[in-house]
């Protein structure tokens, strides 16, 4: 009896032993290079909303803020094409040349109209010299001064409405881009006759793209303009922002029409796709981490704290998950960084490292 107690004893020990060495966790030791090589990527600590994500499918559009038609202000024929279908071009590149026989009959008006304005103008020259040495009538002054105001009314209101066509090259009206984007749509070829009524060029710009999610009712009344989206699809993700909110529910589906602007600098979204549309509702800002970054070690959750040149392995603790994130209630802080991937590698490291006492 009395050895059994003293084994029961030594285990008691021993094992108490073993559970306070575990309450200092070691710290692991490694370069950057190593980090790299070993797929380690770290991320800083922030605070997030923590509140709900609410998922919808979703459809990539254009912006119609970015879209531009080109269309003809004048009848004429068609006698250069500078784009196609599918190309990139700039706002002011130059898309077509339109010969009108109503801009060339315009520019000849014009040029008469230069003509008798230079001639009246000299004559009102003349007859004001002579006025004022008292060698003509005032009545002669006046009507010629009249006749030049006449002439010059005439050429300027010519010139404006030339202008008002746009750019001229010769006889030749040369039609601009008005705005960048991709031609997306090409309706004349060379020779054909156009007109104010007929759409030559479509452009879209796709830089900025809108994204129509649709939202149940419940998770509808959750959301607000202004808050922060996050567009998924197979290449990866982009950030957007809910900017309208639809006034009523489809009859159909009893869905709520969403809308989230995205930048799309990369041109990785493209009108027409299928995609999906999360959304994080509301909640107070809290600090949130990737369910990625924690590890079970024993009996603990714990994450890997990176401060220069080592993982602080620290224990975290949870107050809720929240779509694939942990809410922090204590453990790291706001600005520290920290191991999201290939803490399962770092985990092992420091089993290894609790059990021998040094690195492997």
Same mark, same amino acid.
């Given at each position: 009896?009395?050895?059994?107690?003293?084994?029961?004893? *030594?285990?008691? %020990?021993?094992?108490?032993? $073993?559970?306070?060495?575990? =309450?200092?966790?070691?710290?692991?030791?490694?370069? =950057?290079?190593?980090?790299?090589?070993?797929?380690?990527?770290?991320?800083?600590?922030?605070?997030?909303?923590?509140?709900?994500?609410?998922?919808?499918?979703?459809?990539?559009?254009?912006?119609?803020?970015?879209?531009?038609?080109?269309? *003809?202000?004048?009848?004429?024929? %068609?006698?250069?094409?500078?784009?196609?279908?599918?190309?990139?071009? #700039?706002?002011?590149?130059?898309?077509?040349?339109?010969?009108?026989?109503?801009? +060339?009959?315009?520019?000849?008006?014009?040029?008469?109209?230069?003509?008798?304005?230079?001639?009246? #103008?000299?004559?009102?020259?003349?007859?004001?010299?002579?006025?004022?040495?008292?060698?003509?009538?005032?009545?002669?002054?006046?009507? *010629?001064?009249?006749?030049?105001?006449?002439?010059?009314?005439?050429?300027?209101?010519?010139?404006?409405?030339?202008?008002?066509?746009?750019?001229?090259?010769?006889?030749?009206?040369?039609?601009?881009?008005?705005?960048?984007?991709?031609?997306?749509?090409?309706?004349?070829?060379?020779? =054909?006759?156009?007109?104010? @009524?007929?759409?030559?060029?479509?452009?879209?710009?796709?830089?900025?793209?809108?994204?129509?999610?649709?939202?149940?009712?419940?998770?509808?009344?959750?959301?607000?303009?202004?808050?922060?989206?996050?567009?998924?699809?197979?290449?990866?993700?982009?950030?957007?922002?809910?900017?309208?909110?639809?006034? =009523?529910?489809?009859?159909? !589906?009893?869905?709520?029409?969403?809308?989230?602007? +995205?930048?799309?600098?990369?041109? !990785?979204? $493209?009108?027409?796709?299928?995609?999906?549309?999360?959304?994080?509702?509301?909640?107070?800002?809290?600090?949130?981490?990737?369910?990625?970054?924690?590890? @079970?070690?024993?009996?603990?959750?714990?994450?890997?704290?990176?401060?220069?040149?080592?993982?602080?392995?620290?224990?975290?603790?949870?107050?809720?998950?929240?779509?694939?994130?942990?809410?922090?209630?204590?453990?790291?802080?706001?600005?520290?960084?920290? +191991?999201?991937?290939?803490?399962?590698?770092?985990?092992?490291?420091? %089993?290894?490292?609790?059990?021998?006492?040094?690195?492997?």
């Amino acid at each position: 009896m009395r050895v059994l107690l003293l084994l029961v004893f *030594s285990l008691l %020990v021993l094992g108490g032993e $073993k559970h306070e060495h575990h =309450e200092e966790m070691q710290e692991i030791h490694m370069t =950057e290079e190593a980090l790299r090589e070993l797929g380690i990527k770290l991320d800083v600590v922030k605070k997030r909303p923590a509140g709900k994500v609410v998922r919808m499918p979703a459809e990539v559009r254009e912006n119609p803020l970015l879209s531009f038609s080109v269309y *003809s202000p004048i009848e004429g024929i %068609v006698r250069k094409i500078y784009v196609k279908e599918g190309d990139f071009v #700039k706002k002011g590149d130059p898309v077509a040349e339109i010969y009108s026989p109503e801009l +060339a009959d315009l520019i000849g008006e014009l040029e008469m109209a230069k003509v008798k304005m230079e001639t009246a #103008k000299k004559i009102y020259e003349r007859d004001k010299e002579l006025y004022s040495q008292e060698v003509i009538p005032y009545t002669r002054f006046y009507n *010629s001064m009249i006749e030049y105001e006449r002439a010059k009314g005439e050429y300027l209101a010519l010139k404006e409405r030339l202008r008002s066509f746009g750019d001229i090259k010769g006889y030749h009206l040369l039609l601009r881009s008005p705005g960048t984007g991709y031609v997306v749509e090409q309706n004349v070829v060379l020779g =054909e006759g156009v007109g104010p @009524d007929r759409e030559l060029f479509k452009i879209h710009s796709h830089d900025v793209l809108w994204v129509y999610g649709w939202a149940d009712e419940r998770s509808a009344r959750m959301i607000r303009e202004g808050m922060i989206g996050r567009v998924v699809h197979e290449t990866g993700n982009q950030t957007c922002r809910v900017d309208f909110i639809g006034h =009523e529910v489809d009859r159909k !589906t009893r869905r709520v029409r969403i809308r989230c602007v +995205a930048n799309n600098p990369k041109h !990785t979204l $493209k009108p027409g796709m299928f995609v999906s549309l999360e959304i994080r509702t509301g909640g107070e800002m809290a600090i949130l981490i990737p369910k990625s970054a924690v590890q @079970d070690i024993e009996g603990k959750k714990v994450a890997f704290v990176w401060k220069g040149g080592k993982f602080e392995p620290r224990e975290v603790h949870i107050e809720r998950e929240v779509d694939g994130y942990y809410v922090i209630e204590e453990g790291v802080r706001e600005g520290e960084r920290i +191991a999201v991937s290939g803490t399962v590698f770092l985990k092992t490291k420091l %089993v290894g490292v609790e059990e021998t006492g040094h690195t492997h």
